[in-house]
Every structure is written in C-alpha cells, then in structure tokens.
C-alpha cells in the first residue's frame, strides 16, 4: 500500500516538474519566489556570467576584484540640441543621458525587442549601434533582415528601429503555436529542470567541487567554457571555438565580410532616409580577440577599415588593442569599468565633436 | 529529448511508473504510445505530422498487403515502400541530389540549379522508416500478420526507446511483446537501470570526453601533429562505439524495465577477427536489416552471374549502408570500401585460412584482431570528417608525418584517464556483464557509483548522440 502511495506520488511530482518547467508563467513565478540568498534560493551570478556558467567561483583568480562603479559625468556647457538612439546589447545596460556628453534626450533599446521611435526634426538625431563581436556575423549577414524596417519607413512618425535580424517565421508553426502547444515543447526545457531540480544555494558546493576537480586536474572549465593559454581568464566557447561563427577564430572568407559591410551600408541609408543626422557602429571585440589575439581573424579591423563602410565607426578596437591595460572581466564576456568607461570616452569625444560641427 | 537530458529522466520515471500502475494492455499501450508522441515532438513538434503520415500508409498497406495475393499484394508493398523511401527522399536526399545535379551540370558546362530545401532532416528518419518498411516486406512475405489495432501498430514504430535511433526492430520480435500483458519483475527493473547506467557511463564519461580530442584534431588537422592526428582518430572510433552503444544500452535497457527485449545492435566490434566478423558485431540491426532485404534478394535475383554476383550484390548493399548514413559523398565512400574489403575477404577467404593454419591461434587472432581493428580506424576518417576533401586533408595529415602541434584539446592526465577509461570499458564489457545485478547489495552498491561517477567524470557538453544525425 505504501509503495503504491509512493509511487503516485512520484507520478503526480514528475508531471508537476515537467508542466512547470515548460511553462513560461511558472518559471516566472518560481524565479521570483527563489530570488534570494536563503538556502533554497538560486545561484546568485556574482563572480562573473562566465565563471557562474563553470561553477568556478572557488577558483580566486576568476573572481573580479570589487570596484565602485560611478562612471564620469562628462560636463558640458553648451545648448543640448543632440539625441541619441543607442542600439546595444549588454555591455551597455544601465546608462543613462548623465554618462553622455551634450545630450537632449537618450533613448536607449536593445536590437532583439526593436523601438519605435519618433525623430525630433529640431534635435540632431544619432544612432549609434553597439554590437559585441560574437554576434557581428549573426546580425549582419541575413540578406532580408531589413524587411521589416523598410516596411515602416514611410510612416515617419512612429518607425520601428531594429538594426537585428528579421525573425524568420516558420509558416507551420503557426499551428501549434494557435493550439498552444508550443510551450508544450519549450525548448528551454533541459535548463529550467536544472534550475528546479539542482539550482540550490544549498546543493552548489556539489557543483563547485567537480568544477575545482576538472579545473585543477585537468586544466579545464565545464560546458560553454574555455580557460586562455595563460590561465588567466575564461572565455565563452562560442567565441574561441573554430567552428562557431562568431568566434575570433572561425574563418571568415574576404566575402563574408563585404557581404558584412554591404548590409552596414544598407542599415546606415535606411536611417540617414530615415532622418537620422549620423550613423555609428562601435563593435566591442571579444575578450579572446584582444587578450588572446594569435590566429584572430581580424573580423574587427577588416569591416571598420573596409573603404566602402559609409557608417562612422567609434573604434575601442584599436584603443583596447594599443593599451597595456585589463579592459576584461577575467570570469565575465563582458568588458570591466575601465573598458566601459574607456568606451564611453571615446563616444562622448565624437559626440562632442558631431556637436561642435553642428 | 536526449536520453543524456533531465528531461528524459523525468519522462522515464513518470511513464514507467504509470506502466506498471495500469492493469490492463490496452492502457498501457496508449499510455506508451502519446509518451512516445511527446518524446518525438520534443525534438521539432511539427514532424510528428510526416510520422503520422508514413504510420498510417503503412498501416494500411499492411491490411491491404494481407487481404490480396498476386499483383495487387505487390503493388501494395510498392506504395508502402515508395511512400517511406519517398519521404527519405525528400528530406534526407533531395539536397544533395540538387546539389549533385549543380555540378555534374557545370561540368558539362550549363549550370543547372534548383531550389533547395531549408528544412531540417526529422529525427531518426532513417531508422523509423527502416523499421516500419521491415513490417509491411514480413507482412508480404508472411512472416507476419498484419496488424489489426491501429495503436499497437503505431507503437512499434514509435516505441519511444528506440524511436529515434534504433534498435531497428523486426515486427516478429516487438509487436507480440506489445500485445502481451508483461507483469512487473525486479529482475527486469536491475536488469535495465543497471544497462541504462551502463549507457549513460560510455555516452557522458568516455564518448563526450573521447568527443574533445575528436573535436580538436578534425578543427586542427592542418597544423596537428601525425601522432595528434592519429590519436584523434583511434579515440573517435572509441567516442563512436561508446556513444552509439550507450545509446542502445539505454534504449535496450528502458525496453527492459517495462519488460520489452529489443534486439542487440553490438557485440564486441573491437574484438571482430575480418570485416565480415565486425559487421556481424557493428550496427547489428541495420546491418542484419540490409543482409535480408537487400543483399539476400539481391544474390537470389543475381544467382545466373556466379562469382559477379556477390561483387554486385555486396557493392551495392555497402553502397546503400553508407547511403543511409548520410547524403553526402564520404559516407557513399566509408560504405564502398567496405564492401571491397568484404570482397576481398571472400576471394582470398582460402588463402587466408591456410596461412592462419600455419601459425598458432592465438597469434593468428592478434594479426587478425589488429588488421581489421587498424582498417575499421582508418576507413572511420570518412565518416567523420565534413566532406571528402577533409577526409583526404586528413589522411594527408597523418601520412605526412609532420611535426605539428601535439596537443589533442586535453592534459595529459586526462589523456590517460580517457586510456584507463576506454580499457575498462572493454574489460566491463567482455567480462562482467551480469555481475553486478546478481544480487541487490551489488545492484545498489554499483548503481550509487555509477550516478556519482557520472556525474564528478560526466562531461556534459550538451552533445547529441551521433546517430541522431541519421
């Protein structure tokens, strides 16, 4: 009787875990509840979204060292006649109009949700499109990716800004999705079972040991994790992986990358249409192309040097290259405060300069 | 939903469980039969559909084969095998037929081009056709009824262990142990976790670990060292073994907790003495599905050409095999060579038998062990590299005996791990298979070792099985 008591438990306890784990709403609710530091609360990422991916917060020297971040206010006397639209990607969350120089107004989206956007014909409009590496090839190789744009483009008013990819909609999937089984088949499945099953503050020291185990005896991070040459610090695979197109080190023919720059061109004319007074690109090099630059295919300097580029390019390529200084988190993808804010001295400077020619 | 995911786990519990409460068949198949839907349209939802589609052809081909006799039971046998050779067509081949037609075009200077199809080829296409065509040829040739109950019939398809990557069954096998109600056993439950563990082990230990140094040298096979460059491919026929094995031990032992045998897909392939002994031991079900569909009808219908027709017969069936694996024109070639290998063996089968007599066995077996192993590595070179000119760039690379980079993508001690690994696979393989369900203590005692084994030495990459690309 007992075992058929357990049994059914056991049952009813699966089917609960797998309906929660694809549903979106109960993730949602789940996440919320467990977002706190007590022992059943999830894994804080605190040392870095790399080192949190390798559950290597017990090796120290991946650890970022704890610098205050205020980033300089540029000052700036004169009339503020310029708004910017910056299109980015994580690297530049959490900026405001105070870390910009001259600016009337900021408006800040991220390339995957697209804008809508409203131009002020009295106010010099900038577009600034911040782009990582790694996704470079992604975003700006589709032939058809400014369907959508080019769709609104008459409708000045109230334009749709998306300098990404057109989703590509798959005709029959639509069926599924009206019968709502899509979230039957959430393909986020695997991780969010993770998540429920084993993402426990209490139950992470069991992940630390065996990250510490492949780290010190076999001199390598777990899953999407590579450690560099030296050792000092870790990098997303996709970004050192050969075969992956956003790699550092995956071969890009001299096509790819006119095919690359056309499309820049086709983006900067459709905002300078648009109404748009400047265009910029800044790409932000993975950790791998500066830190690790031997076999780099120099995707970066290739585009931004490319003649035919009519988009202005802010370039932190060449500076991070020049300097001697860290401008990476050792455990993170993403850039440490002095790189950011190296970053946004170099577009304050050309903002300053775009306002003093306006 | 990869058997090596959390997914699957929970599945497993929930549908095995739920078996075993069910009292009666008829639930159980149904049970059985929208679990497997659910684990099919995990993968890509919508091809549920073109299943469905080719169940249902062959459903009633089957009934219709059954009911008619002469031209009329052919001709539906050759609807039932169009319409799965169709699908298999379209979406396995079609590309590269177009591709194909492209350059022979170029060469005879038009250029000819035609769409391609951007879809992606449905999970386990190849084995479920395979499987379902062995049911509506037994149906045929009256090794088998057909199968009144639409349910049981569409569950032998779809059985979720080996849905999408085999075993490829036969209908005489499955579909009675469908139909029987088969009652709980604890000695089928040891039985099947202790395999299922047994699969996870070679696929999350040694296949994904074996998987980075593959992974390196076929990356790096420009300006890898000859040593690195055969040592990629020596670990890659290991990674192959232990990733479709356990692929298999987890399907086969799966069937076996609820009670089910599957067929055995390998015995030992490491230990085979000639080709002809490997393909007795690699792939079993496929290979025992082309000797009796294709090969044997083919030497019946060939029998007035003597000798020429094993040449043909065995050509064209390795031509086929390698077809199978992939639309591409390295996998056409890894199945041509071995059908001129078997050639070989058949016409110097007395010659080889008379030098074997001279010398003693044992060391008769090591010669041929290592012969047939060293061929087996090397003719592997095809089937893993992108395309024909990789495979040349890399037979190039270890013949050449250059002196490049020496690093296969882990540290030594890795290195040797993956040897003690790889040694006490074939040892737990060859000389322990039942000893550690012959009693509980040592079922729970392994089955507590295995988990933490695979998890501390697990390398969870995320990889798929191999064979799910076929």
């Known amino acids: 009787m007992l075992k058929r008591i357990f049994r059914d438990i056991l049952i009813v306890s699966g089917l609960i875990l797998l309906w929660a784990s694809t549903s979106r709403t109960a993730m949602k609710y789940l996440s919320d509840k467990r977002d706190n530091n007590t022992w059943w609360g999830t894994y804080q990422c605190l040392n870095g979204d790399l080192v949190s991916m390798a559950h290597l917060d017990a090796v120290a020297r991946f650890n970022p060292r704890k610098l205050k971040q205020n980033f300089k206010q540029p000052a700036y006397e004169g009339t503020r006649k310029t708004d910017l639209y910056l299109d980015g990607d994580s690297h530049t969350w959490h900026l405001d109009i105070t870390n910009f120089a001259g600016l009337s107004a900021f408006h800040y989206f991220e390339r995957t949700h697209g804008y809508r956007y409203h131009l002020d014909k009295d106010k010099k409009s900038i577009l600034l499109i911040e782009i990582s590496e790694r996704y470079l090839q992604s975003y700006f190789s589709a032939p058809n990716m400014f369907d959508e744009v080019y769709d609104t483009s008459s409708q000045q008013k109230n334009s749709l800004l998306r300098c990404g990819p057109r989703a590509e909609i798959k005709q029959y999937a639509s069926l599924f999705e009206s019968i709502g089984l899509s979230e039957l088949f959430n393909k986020n499945i695997n991780q969010n079972l993770e998540c429920n099953l084993f993402n426990y503050n209490f139950i992470m020291p069991m992940f630390e040991y065996k990250a510490a185990l492949n780290y010190y005896a076999f001199n390598r991070a777990s899953g999407d994790v590579v450690i560099s040459n030296d050792r000092k610090f870790l990098f997303y695979k996709e970004t050192v992986s050969r075969t992956d197109v956003g790699s550092s080190y995956y071969a890009v023919t001299a096509d790819d990358k006119a095919r690359i720059v056309d499309i820049l061109n086709k983006v900067y004319d459709h905002y300078k249409a648009a109404g748009f007074s400047e265009i910029y690109i800044s790409i932000v090099p993975n950790s791998a192309s500066i830190m690790q630059p031997d076999g780099y295919n120099n995707l970066i300097p290739d585009i931004q040097n490319d003649p035919r580029l009519r988009m202005k390019v802010i370039d932190i390529y060449t500076v991070f290259k020049k300097s001697k200084e860290l401008y990476f988190l050792p455990g993170d993808t993403h850039w440490n405060f002095k790189g950011k804010q190296l970053w946004l001295d170099v577009v304050n400077e050309r903002l300053l300069q775009d306002t003093a020619a306006h | 939903m990869t058997f090596n995911s959390l997914q699957f786990l929970v599945f497993f519990m929930v549908i095995t469980l739920w078996f075993f409460r069910l009292k009666d068949q008829k639930g159980r198949i149904w049970l059985l039969l929208l679990g497997s839907c659910y684990f099919y349209m995990s993968f890509i939802p919508e091809y549920i559909l073109i299943l469905g589609g080719s169940i249902i052809t062959d459903y009633v081909a089957g009934l219709l084969i059954e009911k008619n006799e002469g031209r009329a039971r052919k001709a539906w046998l050759v609807v039932s095998l169009i319409a799965n050779i169709g699908v298999l067509a379209v979406f396995k081949y079609y590309n590269f037929f177009v591709d194909n037609i492209h350059a022979g075009s170029l060469f005879f200077g038009k250029s000819l081009t035609l769409p391609m199809l951007k879809i992606a080829l449905p999970i386990g296409l190849s084995f479920h056709t395979f499987q379902a065509m062995s049911y509506t040829i037994e149906v045929y040739r009256k090794n088998q009824k057909a199968e009144k109950n639409f349910a049981t019939y569409a569950l032998y398809v779809m059985f979720y262990p080996q849905l999408v990557a085999g075993p490829i069954e036969r209908p005489q096998n499955v579909l009675p142990q469908l139909k029987e109600f088969r009652p709980y056993k604890w000695d089928n439950i040891k039985e099947g976790i202790a395999r299922m563990l047994w699969g996870f082990f070679k696929k999350v230990v040694i296949a994904d670990r074996l998987a980075m140094v593959v992974d390196r040298t ?253």
């Open chain 2, 218 to 470: 076929f990356s790096h096979s420009h300006d890898s060292s000859s040593i690195a460059l055969f040592a990629g491919i020596l670990f890659y026929y290991f990674q192959i073994y232990c990733d479709f094995s356990g692929y298999s031990d987890i399907a086969l032992g799966a069937a076996k907790v609820m009670n089910i045998r599957l067929m055995e897909n390998f015995n030992q392939p490491f230990f085979s003495k000639n080709m002809g002994d490997f393909w007795r031991r690699w792939h079993i079900s496929l290979y025992s599905w082309f000797y009796d569909y294709v090969f044997n009808p083919l030497i019946t219908s060939l029998r007035n050409l003597g000798q020429a027709a094993i040449v043909l017969s065995l050509l064209i069936t390795f031509f086929l095999s390698g077809f199978w694996h992939g639309a591409a024109w390295q996998h056409i070639v890894y199945g041509l060579i071995h059908g001129v290998a078997l050639i070989y063996e058949y016409f110097t089968r007395k010659q080889r038998k008379k030098l074997f007599a001279r010398m003693p066995k044992a060391v008769g077996n090591v010669i041929g062990v290592s012969v047939t192993f060293l061929f087996v590595v090397f003719t592997r070179i095809f089937f893993r590299a992108e395309n024909m000119r990789a495979a040349m760039d890399y037979f190039k690379g270890i013949f050449s005996f250059s002196r490049g980079s020496n690093y296969i993508g882990m540290n030594r001690l890795e290195v040797c791990l993956s040897v003690f690994l790889v040694g006490l696979m074939l040892y737990r393989e060859r000389t322990l298979p039942g000893y550690f369900i012959r009693s509980d203590k040592r079922f729970y005692f392994y089955t507590i070792a295995m988990v933490v084994i695979c998890y501390y030495l697990g390398v969870f990459a995320e990889n798929q099985f191999i064979y799910f690309q076929f």
